[in-house]
């Protein structure tokens, strides 16, 4: 096989140039417009000192793989819970907040088989060997073991987050945060065979449970509303986006502020 290269003309796109130029300044144009009106005072929605509690949902999205023998074995799943904030402006527009959140536990179920190399004989798992009286077993046992898994994940978190307030009108404003949120994840994995009830196990067996809780700490980003009710009250809708190892969290949130 014969491959040519062939060696590119130099020389310079004029008009690739000023587009990437207008682009530019457009860009910085934008940006500095946002800057400006984001640092301009404004009217007086004055954030105070404020805590605060929510109603949050867990929408966990996490990375998994599916086979013929385990088509749907995703941890994926959804569950309520509740939040508890404390917070304080550190300048006119940005501050520090502290949460905690405590969601309830998201329960998966997966289900499959596992073939086996060649068929069992029966009398082969028998203690004594010996068939007990009116039982007839069949010439051996199918070539697949049915299984069954059950998942449940919960997701406590501390975060500690920085804020910034960007005053709409005098009764509503939108906050933007970043932060480190720092994880304890309990996962309870519960696997289950489908043996016949004719053949003697151990006790507990085919049913395993294992309970496994893993710490670590990751970044958060969200916005809220913070939307003026009274003199001292807030409702504060809002969403945030937790990384976990191998997964996103989405926990979308609607609570009440009290400012002193």
Do not use: C
Not at 5 to 25: E, H, K, S, W
Not at 202 to 224: D, M, W
């Amino acid at each position: 096989m014969h491959t040519t290269f062939r060696r590119r003309r130099r020389g310079t796109d004029y008009a690739a140039a000023r587009r990437f130029l207008a682009v530019t300044f457009g860009t910085l144009q934008a940006v500095g417009l946002t800057l400006l009106l984001a640092l301009t005072p404004g009217s007086a929605f004055a954030q105070s000192t404020y805590v605060g509690g929510a109603l949050v949902g867990d929408v966990l999205r996490s990375t998994h793989s599916e086979s013929a023998l385990a088509p749907n074995a995703s941890a994926d799943g959804e569950a309520i819970g509740f939040a508890l904030r404390v917070g304080t402006p550190l300048g006119s527009r940005w501050g520090v907040e502290l949460e905690f959140a405590r969601p309830g536990e998201i329960e998966t179920e997966s289900s499959g088989s596992i073939p086996l190399a060649s068929g069992i004989d029966p009398l082969a798992l028998l203690p004594t060997r010996v068939v007990p009286p009116g039982i007839t077993l069949p010439p051996s046992f199918p070539l697949v073991l049915p299984y069954r898994l059950r998942f449940a994940q919960r997701n406590t978190t501390v975060s500690t987050s920085v804020w910034f307030n960007q005053m709409l009108s005098p009764r509503v404003s939108l906050v933007y945060l970043g932060g480190m949120s720092f994880q304890r994840t309990t996962n309870e994995i519960e696997s289950s065979f489908e043996i016949p009830p004719i053949i003697t196990v151990p006790a507990g067996f085919p049913s395993v449970t294992t309970k496994t809780i893993t710490y670590g700490v990751r970044p958060l980003a969200g916005f809220e509303a913070r939307i003026k009710l009274t003199e001292h009250a807030d409702l504060v809708p809002g969403i945030r986006l937790h990384g976990l190892e191998s997964a996103w969290l989405l926990r979308p949130a609607v609570g009440l502020a009290w400012n002193f």
